[in-house]
Nanobody, 120 residues
Framework: VQLVESGGGLVQPGGSLRLSCAAS????????MSWARQAPGKGLEWVSG???????YYADSMKGRFTISRDNAKNTVYLQMNSLKPEDTAVYYC???????????????WGQGTQVTVSS
């Protein structure tokens, strides 16, 4: 299993970023995928998940600002992040997801992460 994130960087508050995760080594189209993040000095936080049927779920603080999507033809999952805030600063990880919206913190393999920094 390989998950390779990209698209992180430095952005000003209110700005946008689109993260990508290229997946290989497993049946991507049949797998639920998720994004999680870890801010400096804090624990892991689930961000969003998408099932194989395309249904999407978000942590409350991300609803309306973040959009998760997938392209099964490209074995890629995306996270569009808008209206970014300094508190969104974190390393963002792409993960294979075994959780649910009620119990989201059940993860499989992880990528290496991509740093997102929101600062003026």
């Amino acid at each position: 299993v390989q998950l390779v994130e990209s698209g992180g960087g430095l952005v000003q508050p209110g700005g946008s970023l689109r993260l990508s995760c290229a997946a290989s080594g497993f049946t991507f189209s049949a797998s639920a995928m998720s994004w999680a993040r870890q801010a400096p000095g804090k624990g892991l936080e689930w961000v969003s998940g998408i099932y194989s049927d395309g249904s999407t779920y978000y942590a409350d603080s991300m609803k309306g600002r973040f959009t998760i999507s997938r392209d099964n033809a490209k074995n890629t999952v995306y996270l569009q992040m808008n209206s970014l805030k300094p508190e969104d600063t974190a390393v963002y990880y792409c993960v294979i997801w075994y959780g649910s919206s009620s119990y989201p913190n059940n993860f499989g393999s992880w990528g290496q992460g991509t740093q997102v920094t929101v600062s003026s």
